[in-house]
């Protein structure tokens, strides 16, 4: 289910960059040939860059593709190491929980109040702040589930699984 | 607990985590929100968690927020994904097939190759983190192909992707013109030697690191024809027009180098569509891939940001140029110092984090002892770009590891950098020693 | 003693940053020390554009807070960048400043914010900075390629304009290239950051610079504060006026010089036509605000009346009596 989802979101990703992409060759193109660049551009590729960048952390979370430095921690103990995990995703649902939350806050105040951008088309400020709550959401998700796998892993002493 | 001690313990905390392998954006992220809940909870001396939760989300959520909702940091998912489409288009290979067949005799020859395209590179993109990012994505597994060391292939693109911001454009100058209210049209001029110099000495450290260990840049026994070379030189076309497409675009005012960077994408596509190496079908699954790897890039930056504002509020940074104040030096020393403090800095922070951090104190200091703000800039840019190829946070490192997907390990990457690190001092001091080599342009132009 | 955390979006550099550390000195000065202001620059807690929920929520006790950012959430700060004609810094911010302490609505919706009114901040009347084209009737925007950011876009926009949105700072090198033929720019500025270097022709405007920025204060922060001690800080705003205009007027006319006299670019004014026609563009955008003010309670055609009559106020005392510091 949640690798549904997920599937779904990195496509989403993907025809966020392609339309933001293409956004900006139009607006190059109508300012070099119709004297006008397209309206709300500026505004638009903001918009469609928080789809792009954030819907994919939930599955790099379940991929566990999260960088970090592993040359010291090679040379502890498996079991060691496994306790080390389950700190690791402690420290990331601290992370995960206080944008979650202050993303809330803000699509709650920017959906009630009606806020919208400035520009041509005085575009809604709440949906960007929707898709943040969204894909936080789905990271936190992920997060809870790692946690869970290797708090098991840790407490049995056997290895958790490379992906979930 | 002082808010000093608070901004100290916050260090030796991120470093603890990322030592234990807990990941790179958790550890710097987890301890900057949890420190700024602390910070705010005991302000005012009582604990107040009720107005604590309330600012910490604030802070949080902006700095997060306003990261990703950026116009221009859009470059870097559409540099990236350029990365893999040109890889996936033949684009990539061909170059490097070009660069091998031409470079076969030169020790390292390909790794060169590579810092030079960084340059090239550096000369449409104003980021480093871009420059890193991309480049790293095109170059690395080539090289990887080529059976080059992973020490060697990462490396050279990590410290190659530091020319970012030194080559113009660059967004340093661009923030240390509005800091020092300096000429950037100046600055950026005053970069590009120095750039070319890094670069020089980058190819330097590939020589002789390959020189004393052949095996790290194995040569093939094969030997090339002229007629082999003309061939293989023609057949990097693609890669050589997109190139000239994007400068010509950029320097004759068509587009911005954000705009370039959307631009080549769809270029790079569209040449590999019509060439028949993607098809329309496979583009989507492809920037699947690419946007798996920038969310982690920019989670790591988004936290990275929160952390610059816990060491605001802490005032930890301040405290450091105080230091300079606090003696009674000579402009040398003070030189010194400086590089002392924005080589600590550059452990942990970012470089616009440092720069809005410490230029504020640092420059009327600098003033005072008379020192030419053009060529401050560039010893500024200089040091801010050696801390991201410094552990333990290298910005430029871990985006190259995500870029690459992990595929070469940190610790890997950090243990081929001493080399270059080396060079960077060496450049470091002659670009002090010799303002000249700044100034050169910059006066010239006038 | 109360430590205060100030956020500024912008360097320590030029007046308004010497107006910014002014402010923190005079509330240090005027509490005899017990308060003291510790500035961040460059926007190191916040970027402008979320100064508003910041300083709402206390990441910063004290701070700027420029309403073009703000536009739809506090359109009574925004009312400062629609354009007045004749209105110069000095009058603009005295006006707002008026406004923000007299119109009781404001201060109610000042107290939802949660927030406190300090002082007021303008930019100089604006100018379009041109390298190539010289603009000297309104029909000259057509097709010219111009960097704006903020209200005066749509006008320039209305009038036929190839409008490019860039930040001032991206604009060096887009003047460079040649992607930008003008920009919208002020004078101190343009000279500030060398940008005089590659202009040859300018068009005054002489329509009121930026005018919604603000400094507000936190007002849990200021609650927290003895009765004389938010006295001092209340007790800034004229003094902050005056201080910053009058260096502002200063590096504004050594700006001219510079520009006039020694690089010699030609420098144009527009007809009351002219004027007239971009009254005619502007109304879409008038038209917004309305919306934007509406929106929040507020009685848009008599808001903008008051301030009119404001503006108006001002520009008559500084007719008879001039600028504060030049009367003795
Ligand atoms: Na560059
Ligand atoms: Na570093």
């Known amino acids: 289910m949640l690798n549904r989802i997920e599937q779904a979101l990195n496509t989403v990703a993907a025809l966020a960059i392609v339309a933001l992409c293409l956004l900006i060759v139009a607006n190059v193109l109508s300012r070099q040939f119709l004297q006008s660049g397209v309206p709300d551009v500026i505004v638009l590729v903001r918009e469609l860059m928080v789809p792009a960048i954030l819907f994919p952390l939930a599955s790099a979370t379940s991929q566990r593709a999260h960088v970090a430095i592993e040359f010291i921690a090679q040379h502890f103990p498996d079991g060691l190491n496994r306790w080390i995990a389950v700190l690791a995703a402690l420290t990331g649902l601290i992370v995960s929980t206080t944008l979650l939350w202050a993303g809330w806050n803000e699509f709650a105040k920017t959906f009630q109040s009606g806020s919208h951008y400035a520009g041509d088309f005085q575009l809604p400020k709440w949906p960007s702040r929707a898709m943040f709550v969204l894909a936080i959401a789905m990271f936190e998700l992920r997060l809870i589930q790692t946690l869970i796998v290797d708090l098991k892993a840790a407490l049995t002493g056997r290895p958790a699984p490379k992906t979930l | 607990m002082d808010l000093t001690t608070v901004g100290y313990v916050a260090c030796f905390a991120v470093l603890l985590l990322l030592a234990i392998r807990v990941p790179i954006a958790f550890a710097i992220g987890g301890v900057a929100v949890t420190a700024i809940f602390i910070v705010f909870a005991f302000r005012t001396g009582t604990f107040l968690p009720e107005r604590a939760i309330r600012t910490t989300l604030s802070l949080a959520f902006s700095s997060g927020f306003d990261l990703v909702h950026s116009y221009d940091l859009s470059m870097i998912p559409l540099f990236i994904a350029l990365g893999h489409i040109a890889y996936k288009a033949g684009i990539t290979t061909e170059i490097y097939e070009a660069a091998r067949v031409w470079l076969v005799r030169l020790p390292g020859g390909v790794a060169i190759a590579s810092v030079a395209g960084c340059g090239g590179f550096a000369a449409i993109s104003g980021s480093s983190i871009a420059c890193a990012s991309t480049m790293g994505r095109i170059c690395t597994p080539e090289m990887l192909r080529l059976n080059y060391d992973p020490r060697l292939a990462t490396a050279s693109v990590a410290a190659g992707g530091t020319l970012g911001s030194l080559i113009p454009p660059s967004v340093l100058f661009i923030i240390y013109g509005i800091f020092t209210e300096s000429s950037i049209s100046q600055l950026f001029l005053a970069g590009f030697f120095p750039g070319i110099l890094s670069l020089l000495g980058y190819a330097l450290v590939i020589l002789l690191w390959v020189r004393a260990r052949p095996e790290v840049a194995p040569i093939p026994d094969v030997t090339f024809s002229a007629r082999d070379k003309m061939m293989a030189a023609l057949r990097s076309w693609p890669a050589v027009t997109l190139f000239f497409v994007v400068l010509v675009g950029i320097y004759g005012g068509f587009f911005t180098a954000t705009e370039a960077a959307a631009i080549s994408l769809l270029f790079a596509t569209l040449l590999g569509i019509f060439r028949g190496h993607i098809r329309w079908a496979e583009v989507i699954p492809l920037l699947r891939e690419t946007m798996a790897t920038t969310g982690a890039i920019f989670f790591i930056a988004a936290c990275a940001k929160i952390f610059v504002a816990l060491i605001a509020l802490t005032g930890l940074s301040g405290d450091l140029v105080t230091l300079l104040d606090a003696s009674n030096i000579g402009p040398w020393t003070f030189v010194a110092m400086v590089c002392v403090i924005y080589l600590v800095l550059g452990m942990f922070l970012d470089p616009v984090g440092i720069m809005v951090l410490t230029l504020p104190l640092m420059i009327p200091m600098a003033e005072t002892y008379g020192l030419n703000l053009i060529w401050f800039g560039v010893v500024i840019v200089k040091l801010l770009e050696i801390g991201l190829i410094t552990p333990p946070v290298g910005l430029n490192v871990f985006v190259l590891a995500a870029a690459i997907e992990d595929r070469v390990e940190i610790g890997q990457i950090f243990s081929g950098l001493w080399r270059f690190l080396g060079i960077d001092l060496v450049v470091l001091l002659i670009l002090i020693a010799v303002p000249a080599i700044s100034l050169f342009l910059p006066m010239s132009m006038n | ?328």
């Open chain 3, 1 to 328: 003693e109360i430590k205060l955390i100030a956020n500024e979006p912008g360097p320590n550099r030029g007046v308004r940053a010497k107006a910014v550390e002014y402010i923190a000195e005079q509330i240090g000065e005027r509490t005899g020390g017990a308060v003291i202001v510790e500035q961040n620059w460059g926007g190191a807690l916040f970027k402008a554009n979320t100064a508003l929920t910041s300083i709402t929520n206390g990441v910063a006790d004290l701070g700027l807070i420029i309403g073009s950012y703000h536009q739809s959430e506090f359109p009574e700060l925004a009312m400062g960048d629609l354009p007045f004609e004749n209105a110069d810094p000095w009058v603009m911010m005295m006006a707002m400043a008026d406004m923000f302490t007299n119109n009781a609505q404001i201060q109610t919706r000042l107290e939802e914010l949660n927030l406190v009114y300090v002082a007021p901040f303008a930019t100089s009347q604006g100018m379009l900075a041109c390298k190539g084209p010289s603009i000297q009737k309104v029909e000259d925007f057509k097709g010219v390629k111009t960097r704006y950011a903020g209200a005066f876009g749509e006008i320039f926009s209305n009038l036929g304009g190839n409008m490019v949105d860039m930040s001032i700072y991206a604009a060096f090198q887009g003047m460079e290239t040649g992607l930008l033929e003008c920009t919208l720019n002020y004078p101190y500025f343009a000279v500030a950051t060398k940008m005089d270097d590659m202009l040859t022709s300018i068009t005054k405007l002489n329509f009121s610079g930026a005018s919604s920025l603000g400094t507000f204060m936190n007002k849990d922060s200021f609650d927290a504060l003895s009765a004389e001690q938010q006295a001092a800080v209340k007790g800034l705003r004229d003094d902050v006026v005056n201080f910053y205009s009058e260096r502002l007027f200063v590096a504004d006319d050594k700006a001219w010089v510079t520009m006039i006299e020694d690089k010699k670019i030609p420098v144009y004014e527009l007809s009351a036509e002219d004027y007239a026609k971009m009254d005619e563009a502007a109304k879409p955008m008038l038209a917004k605000w309305k919306a934007n003010a509406t929106d929040k309670g507020f009685d848009a055609d008599a808001l903008l009346a008051e301030m009119q009559a404001t503006v108006d106020k001002y520009n008559q005392i500084k007719a008879s009596q001039g600028y504060p510091w030049t009367r003795k």
